[in-house]
């Protein structure tokens, strides 16, 4: 069946250190993978996209990392602050226009 | 910066009712999306929409939701007849469609419906 695991459900982290977020995918064969920034009771927010023929992708504090063969993107947020806390959305596109989205892991920066 | 809206933001509504929810998505986009998230689990996908017509919908969109686009700024998602497993936030996203599989979707910030 199709998955899509990121793998802690809830990470804390000290302020300044570097966030490191998982999300593992089954059965999925991705043209594309996004991040989005969840805040409780809002709507999920675009933070990167990655293509599945890019090894990775920055921008500002925050890095994307996709291994098709692992099956596997890396998301990190270097130098964290404590406005990053928030649930972080892995979503995969197949080429169609809809995205799947993985359960989230609920990151929380510790001053 | 343009942004999605959505109204109502809660809605509460007695099991069997109909239910209509309402977006604007960004003016210039040409892809429109709806979404749910049930309390705690993962954001699913729904029905996209483009050049008024359904583009794809999930196995969720069964004959008890429709989609409408009545005029040039809103898009619709309507629910016949509600079940208490309707009860979710519902996501409208809309993007601008230019290079298919590879828009950026903007969502808005949602509707709570409860369904007693």
């Known amino acids: 069946s199709q998955k899509i695991e990121q793998n802690s459900e809830a990470l804390n982290i000290q302020e300044g250190k570097t966030a490191t977020l998982t999300c593992n995918y089954t059965n999925y064969s991705p043209a594309y993978l996004q991040w989005y920034r969840q805040d409780p009771g809002r709507g999920p927010v675009f933070l990167l996209l990655i293509r599945e023929n890019e090894k990775e992708k920055r921008k500002e504090r925050l890095k994307v990392t996709f291994d098709t063969t692992l099956k596997q993107s890396l998301f990190h947020i270097t130098a964290s602050q404590p406005a990053d806390s928030a649930t972080y959305l892995c979503?995969?596109?197949?080429?169609?226009?809809?995205?799947?989205f993985g359960t989230g892991t609920r990151l929380t920066v510790i001053p | 910066e343009p942004e999605v809206t959505q109204t109502p933001s809660h809605q509460v509504t007695q099991m069997g009712q109909e239910v209509i929810l309402r977006c604007v998505p960004i003016s210039n986009h040409l892809y429109f999306y709806w979404y749910r998230q049930i309390l705690g689990q993962k954001v699913e996908f729904l029905v996209s929409f483009y050049n008024n017509e359904i583009s794809e919908k999930s196995e969720i969109f069964d004959d008890q939701f429709s989609v409408e686009r009545p005029d040039g700024s809103n898009f619709t998602l309507k629910i016949r007849s509600t079940k208490l497993e309707d009860s979710a936030m519902y996501f409208c996203a809309s993007s601008e469609g230019r290079t298919s599989g590879l828009d950026t979707q903007y969502f808005g910030p949602g509707t709570r419906l409860t369904v007693l």
């Open positions: 979503a995969l596109g197949t080429g169609a226009n809809n995205l799947f």
